[in-house]
T-cell receptor, first 114, second 113 residues
Framework: AQSVTQPDIHITVSEGASLELRCNYS??????LFWYVQSPGQGLQLLLK??????LVQGIKGFEAEFKRSQSSFNLRKPSVHWSDAAEYFC????????????FGTGTSLTVIP | GAGVSQTPSNKVTEKGKYVELRCDPI?????LYWYRQSLGQGPEFLIY????????DSGLPNDRFFAVRPEGSVSTLKIQRTERGDSAVYLC???????????FGPGTRLLVL
């Protein structure tokens, strides 16, 4: 069965520090990979996605993610975190081989301290 | 352009009552999805529409849950005989074609007392 693991439930970083949020998936084929961000009381906003090709993808708000097939990972990174980045981050898998669903991880809550 | 909209934003009801949650997808998007997000969890798939038909309803938890999309645009999620365990945020998403990027609405927060 498909699964998405985000091992870090909560992360705290200082403003200006770098950030890496981990995501691992369990799937027989390379799925489409997504990162979404959810601010309190808001819907999910797409940060970036990977379908194929270059394994380093750039997204909005200065985020990037790297797909590593050998590790079944799709970690999200940002070189310098801003206070406005505090939110819940979800990794998701989808695509032609997952049926019609997206499978989401349980999320990582990011706190940014001054 | 307009994104996915959902109404109401909040709904409080009593156990045993019937509720309807509405989703208005992005114009032109043929695929529409419903998810349920419980506190501290990621969204969980409920049902997927391609056009007017429910192409995959395998995520609906039981027969109290039903959804329609009669004209291939707006969709309504219907919950009969609500239970306290139904309390969650119900998210709707749409995509231009299935299996592509999904765009989410702000959700409806349902509280069953």
């Amino acid at each position: 069965a498909q699964s998405v693991t985000q091992p870090d439930i909560h992360i705290t970083v200082s403003e200006g520090a770098s950030l890496e949020l981990r995501c691992n998936y369990s799937y027989g084929a390379t799925p489409y990979l997504f990162w979404y961000v959810q601010s309190p009381g808001q819907g999910l906003q797409l940060l970036l996605k990977y379908f194929s090709g270059d394994t380093l993808v750039q997204g909005i708000k200065g985020f990037e993610a790297e797909f590593k097939r050998s590790q079944s990972s799709f970690n999200l990174r940002k070189p310098s975190v801003h206070w406005s980045d505090a939110a819940e981050y979800f990794c998701a898998v989808g695509g032609p081989n997952t049926g019609n669903q997206f499978y989401f991880g349980t999320g990582t809550s990011l706190t940014v301290i001054p | 352009g307009a994104g996915v909209s959902q109404t109401p934003s909040n709904k409080v009801t009593e156990k045993g009552k019937y509720v309807e949650l509405r989703c208005d997808p992005i114009s032109g998007h043929t695929a529409l999805y419903w998810y349920r997000q419980s506190l501290g969890q990621g969204p969980e798939f409920l049902i997927y529409f391609q056009g007017t038909g429910a192409a995959d309803d395998s995520g609906l938890p039981n027969d109290r849950f039903f959804a329609v999309r009669p004209e291939g645009s707006v969709s309504t999620l219907k919950i009969q005989r609500t239970e306290r365990g139904d309390s969650a945020v119900y998210l709707c998403a749409s995509s231009l074609i299935s299996q592509e990027t999904q765009y989410f609405g702000p959700g409806t927060r349902l509280l069953v007392l």
